[in-house]
């Protein structure tokens, strides 16, 4: 797939490496490295596992609290602002750029400019959940009731779609 693992640290690959072992039902490197060499399909589950995608909407509630009482006031300083961007990179299944969609969007509601959210992972499985922007309800515990009912809309199933609105933003 050409991808530099470099960055990665050596215990987290080992960890990796070992969990696709164990699925695939390998017990030696050099066994699984056969494996590598012919199977495609166990590449790209080998590269997806190192995408580890765990979140929720407003993951840390003291980061984000801190953006919303420091940083957006901000914004509301006397300068020409015509756009904001911002960009969630490693955006996983979404949550990251939806909840800084929600955020910027509840700050913005009365002001003359908008606003973009870039959001990018390197797990194509991850993009495709982001992009149907729809989660289950343990994912939304931390959206404060009246931003979930804004910004979030529950399907028959129970689970939360985000909004057009929001999801047109990111």
Known sequence: LG???GTLKPAFLERRVFHRMRIT?????EEYFK???????EVK?????????????????????????????????PIRLSS???WSCGCASG????????????FLKNKKYGYNVYAT?????????????????ENTTNVKPELKL??????????YHVSSKIKKQV
């Open 3 to 5: 991808v530099n693992v």
């Open 121 to 137: 992972d390197i797990s194509p499985i991850a993009l495709e959940v982001a992009k149907n922007g729809v989660y289950q309800v």
């Open 45 to 77: 589950e080998l590269y997806n596992s190192f995408s580890i995608n765990v979140t929720k909407f407003f993951r840390d509630p003291a980061v984000w609290e801190k953006i919303s009482r420091d940083i957006l006031p901000m914004l509301d300083l």
């Open 35 to 41: 494996i590598l060499s012919t199977d495609l399909a």
């Open 150 to 159: 804004e910004w979030l809309e529950q399907t028959p199933e129970g689970a």
């Open 84 to 86: 904001i961007n911002a």
């Open 25 to 29: 039902k390998v017990s030696n490197f």
């Open 95 to 106: 949550e990251e750029p939806y909840s800084i969609s929600i955020m910027l969007a509840n």
